[in-house]
């Protein structure tokens, strides 16, 4: 069983694990591979993020952020970023913290979500946001550096939190 919860300050090193070994790949994120824990932590922890981690097991198997994608007139928009530890990844736990993280952005007053760099290689994360309800609504071309197939696109993805009703 998957659990997902508010993440604490014992949850650092288990979070900078993950963090560390998707970033290495370097296929998925734009963050430098080599960036350092306390960077990526900072990060992870800012001001203005609210940070959630999965537990299967007793253990800690992945991590998402959720906080205002812009500041002032575009703090009603949602932005959240999510990793799964490789060895977990296929499990369902992407999709877990997703529905979570759709809750929370609903519950804390969010009206839409966007992800502003969907790296175009990263077919499970597209699938499951789709699933999801979001729609690609721009394509950036070429925006990532792959370090396998070269510069490949990037999406921009979006969905409505609110019912119809709510929406206007």
Known sequence: MIQVRAATEADRDAIWNIFHEIIASGDTYAFDPKMSREEALAYWFRADTHTYVAEKDGR??????????????????????????????????????????????????????????????????????????????????????????GYVDVYVMYRLLLDESEAS
């Open 60 to 149: 800690v198997v992945g991590t998402y952020i959720l906080r205002p994608n812009q500041a002032g007139g575009g703090s009603h928009v949602a932005n959240a970023a999510f990793m799964v530890a490789p060895d977990a990844q296929g499990s369902g736990v992407g999709r877990e913290m997703a529905e979570h993280c759709l809750g929370q952005a609903r519950r804390m007053g969010f009206r839409a979500m966007q992800f502003n760099f969907v790296v175009s290689t990263n077919t499970p994360a597209i699938h499951l946001w789709k699933q999801l309800g979001f729609k690609i609504v721009g394509t950036l071309p070429g925006a990532f550096r792959h370090p396998e197939r």
